[in-house]
């Protein structure tokens, strides 16, 4: 039973255009929410958070956006760089100090 | 650089052995939490260990254990070792908010 799941395995988008990444969830107790990047032979690195009493955040080139009556979130990148090229994890949790609950990543492509 | 270590890099070893992997958290961070990655899977949480003690579990297999010791390092150790234990293995710590720092990870090969 997936409880955090990202339906599109890729993306490619053009340099410069804006990247949006989405993630759905099940778990109405899920109160965090993460987005993690992953280069290959690296580990995660976190990006952006946002708690469930907000609708947005924004830091930088990223935004991310929660609707919490879909159970949906999604990653803004705008604009899209070819160093944005990695995959990038959804993870969520429902409380702090907590273990995360990861989807199974979208592998985004921006092409130059 | 998240200031997670972790080592060894890679490990090859035989089915039937035993491993240990080894993580350092970052300054400060009194939780430890062991993932596993698998190919194509997201990451699978086996287990959580704060200020030395057991936190939480997850789908953690009875051939593995974890210990976290009074410096805050961890070990996960991995026994009778299969085909399908082949996978990444990350450490993560955080301090007392929702967002965990990640190691290079293990990549863990069993011949």
């Known amino acids: 039973d997936q409880q955090v799941k990202q339906n599109s395995p890729s993306l490619s988008v053009q340099e410069g255009r804006i990247s949006i990444l989405n993630c759905d969830y099940t778990?109405?107790?899920?109160?965090?929410f993460l987005w993690y990047k992953k280069y290959p032979a690296e580990g995660p690195t976190f990006l952006i958070s946002?708690?469930?009493?907000?609708d947005k955040n924004e830091d930088g080139r990223f935004t991310v956006f929660l609707n919490k009556s879909a159970k949906h979130l999604s990653l803004h990148i705008v604009p899209s760089q070819p160093g944005d090229s990695a995959v990038y994890f959804c993870?969520?949790?429902?409380?702090?100090?907590?273990?995360?609950?990861f989807g199974k990543g979208t592998r985004l492509s921006v092409i130059a | 650089d998240s200031g997670v270590t972790q080592t060894p890099k890679h490990l090859i070893t035989a089915t039937g052995q035993r491993v240990t992997l080894r993580c350092s958290p970052r300054?400060?961070?009194?939780?430890v939490y062991w993932y596993q990655q698998s190919l194509d899977q997201g990451l699978q949480f086996l287990i959580q260990?704060?200020?030395?003690?057991?936190?939480a579990k997850g789908n953690i297999l009875e051939r593995f254990s974890a210990q976290q010791f009074p410096d805050l390092h961890s070990e996960l150790n991995l026994s009778s070792l299969e085909l399908g234990d082949s996978a990444l293995y990350f450490c993560?710590?955080?301090?007392?908010?929702?967002?965990?720092?990640f190691g290079p990870g293990t990549r863990l090969l069993v011949l």
């Open positions: 993560a710590s955080s301090s007392s908010g929702e967002t965990q720092y």
């Open positions: 778990n109405s107790m899920f109160d965090y």
């Open positions: 946002i708690s469930s009493i907000k």
């Open positions: 993870a969520a949790t429902s409380k702090r100090n907590t273990p995360l609950v």
């Open positions: 300054s400060g961070d009194l939780s």
């Open positions: 260990y704060y200020n030395g003690e057991e936190r």
